[in-house]
């Protein structure tokens, strides 16, 4: 009852907020909004519209604060609503992830490690100036050493800084030296800028050749993967990082439990 009282009163409230002359909105359902509508919960819009217009400006303003009242004296609606959208984004998340998830095994997967034949897919993208994937470093490399049933792909998909992209552009590059790991791990452990001159200390101290990872860091080949995973990640609406793909599974964000939780329920299910 109180989600499709809130439906009803942001169909209003909408109304009210926005200006006349604004760029046309999409007509079609998109929306939890919308959902609650095909249950009656709300006219459609435009008969909301035509209502709104026949209103005084005394009706308006009781409308206003009638909107206002329901939510100050009942807040927990937005949680209820924001509960709903959230179970229903997740949803729709899996299903493309499910959908795809033979490609992403298989197109710019280049950096996997764990058996070919593994019974369970982890796939990680990431960026290298990501707190959180830092965060999740620890755990990736625990299963990585203990489950010798779970192969492990990591997607290059740097989205936060200028630096980010050059960080996982010395990543790729240092693969073409076969250290792409010990590459990996280190500028996943690394703190600070990640400028370029403390990229290419780090490549050093890897053991990399730095005059050749200079010039493949800038190569098209390597412009060409990237690409490729933000194409990818696109497809998944992935817009942060760290995003964990398990056997078709989606879990955005480092949440070890639920992380946990679906390598348990892939090993269940093969």
């Known amino acids: 009852m109180r989600f499709a009282l809130f439906a009803h009163i942001t169909v209003l409230l909408l109304f009210f907020m926005t200006p006349i002359g604004c760029a046309k909105q999409p007509e079609q ?17 435009s008969k909301n519209a035509t209502l709104i217009q026949t209103l005084s400006k005394e009706q308006q303003m009781a409308v206003r ?31 493309r992830a499910a959908s795809a998830f033979v ?4 197109e710019h997967a280049q950096f996997s490690f764990g058996p070919a034949n593994a019974k369970i897919t982890l796939i990680e993208f990431f960026d290298y100036k990501c707190g959180y994937c830092h965060a ?14 779970v192969r492990i792909i990591f997607k290059e998909f740097p989205i936060l800084s200028e ?17 792409y790991l010990p590459m990996h791990n280190a500028l996943m452990s690394a703190r600070g800028d990640l400028n370029p001159e403390q990229i290419l200390q780090i490549a050093s101290q890897v053991g990399l050749n730095v005059e050749v990872l200079r010039k493949e860091m800038h190569s098209p080949k390597v412009e060409v993967i990237i690409d490729g995973i933000r194409k990818q990640a696109a497809e998944l609406a992935i817009g942060g990082t760290p ?27 093969t």
Not at 29 to 45: C, F, I, W, Y
Not at 136 to 149: E, G, L, N, P, S
Not at 243 to 269: C, H, M, P, Q, Y
């Open 103 to 106: 490609r992403l095994t298989s």
């Open 243 to 269: 995003g964990f793909v398990i056997n078709g599974t989606l879990i955005s964000g480092f949440n070890k439990d639920a992380l946990d939780s679906a390598l348990k329920s892939a090993r269940e299910k």
């Open 136 to 149: 999740a470093q620890a755990w990736v490399a625990k299963v990585m050493a203990t489950r010798k049933d």
């Open 65 to 95: 604060a009638l909107i206002r009242d329901e939510l100050v004296a009942n807040p927990e609606i937005l949680l209820e609503a924001q509960h709903a959208y959230e179970t229903k984004q997740v949803s729709q998340q899996n299903a």
């Open 29 to 45: 359902p998109n929306s939890m909004m919308d959902e609650a509508t095909k249950d009656g919960a709300a006219l459609p819009r």
């Open 163 to 179: 630096n980010s992209v050059l960080a996982a552009k010395a990543a790729i590059a240092a693969s073409y030296q076969g250290k």
